[in-house]
RNA sequence: CGGGAUGUAGCGCAGCCCGGUAGCGCACACGUCUGGGGGGCGUGGGGUCGCAAGUUCGAAUCUUGUCAUCCCGACCA
């Protein structure tokens, strides 16, 4: 079966770009490093925009849209900030294409330079802010609560499928505040809301922390994360949350009277996930047959497979799933019916099973006079024989099952591979071998973290929110430390 | 930006060493038998061999150059 598909053990970056173009999810474009998300891909995505879009709204957020094109003299106010994407930027230099005139084809019109260069957003920060200095005067301006689906680009040196691309989509939450401890409980608020996300509904178990100096967001003053585990055992973060103090503030001069009308800075936030969550998503549940998708997300959650000789078993198939389409559809369970006649039944089960449609359902003549169909959960790939009677009710409790069991399976993995390592021996032997998370002690300095980087790969993801304070030795100098933090190797 | 590969039909590849009418599998079209795990048989359509120059009577094949993409590293969501 299967065949193909790499198999992880093989080669699990293959393994990965395997599903990605055989589940149908996205393909390589002609432009380097960017990627076409194919319909099924941008279902799904659709299917996260969706449930997060609603997330923000309940908690009380607007969408707004910003320019793609931002002044190349606004990424420079924010020191940090500039540092931290310069090296990845793409730039409009030109606004005006000409025939060669020493023939074969277009070039710029080196007439048609810009006055000042336009940068292609790699985030918002900087057109926002200088936005909200005009929007935000008095206390009874705030909080501003904005979000913003887009596309940002960063040219990254090296891309991957869905995981880092020169183009990706995103949403960037941007809010403005009249108190520190205000604008870190948005902070916060919105650490939980992806947290929520990824484990309800994209089955997928996180840690949530604050980063470390070294990999903190380019001028933010606490980066708060959401880090899962990947079936190699690396690390991917799935999520940001940013305290950007009144860094943003001050850059962009954006102040407001307080109620005994002092002028103060206004405190900020930004959060963001991106496309890359379909990559966690992939490499989370899937196995060497295919895509696993989570029943909460999956564009397709069932898929009816007639099976069929001649026009007139077919007709009393048609007869009856049309029925099972109206159950479905009552009780909200997205089905599809592949009744195309170009593929046939062992086609369609190797290609959904590779889509990662949670459910299957064959029905055939057979299965029609005992009043029965055939289910196939995809997470597990077991078989059973269910009454039609009551059919869609209890496909409605093994979705449920389904959701639930894939993340039971990531959450054990994931526990499985968290260890402790005391000493620098146990700690690259961990590395090297099952990887996963390891909870150190660290000096807490970044110079340390730099050399640990240096020598293993792995990096600070997070120190756990509320983590445990014990006392302990740096795993690399030996220096005294408060609390263990955890490293690993991240995507 | 360093290292490694690859560009030949829509997709995946062979052919290149040793120059001589461009091939295979899948997909596609038509017909037919089929149908409970990626079907069988038959017929058929489709390619300036990435691009450019050179060597040659003759280049997918040899030479030089060039462009592009992918993979592995350093950088990052």
């Known amino acids: 079966m299967s065949k193909e598909i790499t198999s992880r053990q093989q080669d699990y970056s293959q393994w990965y770009n395997d599903l990605i173009l055989k589940g149908g999810l996205a393909d390589y474009s002609a432009v380097r490093g960017c990627m076409v998300i194919k319909p099924y891909g941008y279902a799904l995505w659709e299917n996260m925009r969706d449930q997060l879009d609603k997330m923000f709204k309940e908690t009380g957020h607007q969408n707004a849209y910003f320019p793609l094109f931002i002044p190349k003299s606004f990424l420079s106010k924010e020191a940090a900030h500039v540092e931290g994407f310069a090296k990845e930027c793409a730039v409009v230099t030109h606004y005006r294409l000409m025939n060669d005139p020493n023939g074969g084809g277009i070039i710029v019109d080196p007439e048609a330079k810009l006055e000042e260069e336009l940068i292609i957003r790699p985030t918002s920060e900087t057109i926002i802010w200088n936005t909200y200095k005009t929007w935000v005067q008095s206390y009874r301006d705030l909080p501003l609560l904005i979000n913003q689906w887009a596309n940002v680009v960063r040219w990254e040196m090296r891309t991957r499928l869905f995981l880092r691309t020169t183009e990706f989509l995103w949403q960037e939450g941007h809010t403005a505040h009249a108190t520190a401890q205000e604008a870190i409980d948005e902070t916060i608020q919105m650490l939980n809301v992806y947290a929520e996300f990824a484990e309800e509904w994209m089955a997928m178990p996180v840690i949530k922390g604050v980063k470390s100096i070294n990999?903190?967001?380019?001028?933010?003053?606490?980066?708060?994360?959401?880090?899962?585990?990947?079936?190699?055992?690396?690390?991917?973060?799935?999520?940001?949350?940013?305290?950007?103090?009144?860094?943003?503030?001050?850059?962009?001069d954006v102040k407001f009277s307080d109620k005994q009308n002092k002028l103060d800075y206004v405190w900020a936030t930004s959060w963001g996930v991106s496309t890359r969550l379909i990559g966690a998503l992939v490499m989370a549940h899937s196995d060497d047959e295919g895509l696993v998708l989570p029943p909460k997300l999956a564009p397709i959650q069932v898929v009816i497979i007639p099976i069929y000789k001649g026009d007139e078993q077919k007709n009393l198939i048609d007869e009856k799933v049309k029925d099972l389409m109206l159950m479905f559809k009552a009780l909200g369970i997205k089905a599809k019916y592949d009744d195309n006649d170009n593929n046939r039944p062992g086609w369609k089960f190797a290609e959904y099973e590779m889509k990662g449609v949670p459910v299957r359902i064959a029905i055939?003549?057979?299965?029609?006079?005992?009043?029965?169909?055939?289910?196939?959960?995809?997470?597990?790939?077991?078989?059973?024989?269910?009454?039609?009677?009551?059919?869609?009710?209890?496909?409605?409790?093994?979705?449920?099952?389904?959701?639930?069991?894939?993340?039971?399976?990531?959450?054990?993995?994931?526990?499985?591979n968290i260890s402790k390592a005391d000493t620098w021996e146990e700690f690259e032997k961990l590395l090297d071998g099952a990887g996963g998370f390891i909870s150190a002690h660290w000096?807490?300095?970044?110079?340390?973290?730099?050399?640990?980087?240096?020598?293993?790969?792995?990096?600070?993801?997070?120190?756990?929110?509320?983590?445990?304070?014990?006392?302990?030795?740096?795993?690399?100098?030996?220096?005294?430390?408060?609390?263990?933090?955890?490293?690993?190797?991240?995507?």
Do not use: W
């Not at 999520?239 to 001050?250: E, M, W, Y």
């Not at 289910?375 to 009710?393: C, H, P, W, Y």
């Open 364 to 416: 055939g003549a057979r299965d029609l006079e005992k009043n029965v169909v055939e289910v196939a959960r995809r997470d597990t790939k077991e078989k059973m024989t269910v009454s039609i009677d009551g059919l869609a009710e209890a496909i409605h409790v093994l979705l449920n099952d389904i959701q639930q069991n894939i993340y039971s399976k990531a959450r054990k993995y994931r526990d499985e």
């Open 215 to 252: 990999e903190r967001f380019a001028g933010a003053v606490d980066t708060y994360c959401i880090e899962a585990m990947m079936q190699d055992g690396k690390a991917l973060q799935a999520g940001t949350s940013h305290f950007l103090g009144q860094n943003f503030a001050k850059a962009f």
């Open 443 to 491: 000096d807490g300095s970044a110079e340390t973290e730099n050399k640990i980087k240096e020598l293993s790969k792995a990096t600070i993801r997070c120190i756990p929110l509320n983590n445990l304070q014990e006392e302990g030795k740096c795993i690399l100098t030996g220096n005294p430390s408060k609390e263990r933090v955890l490293f690993a190797r991240a995507y």
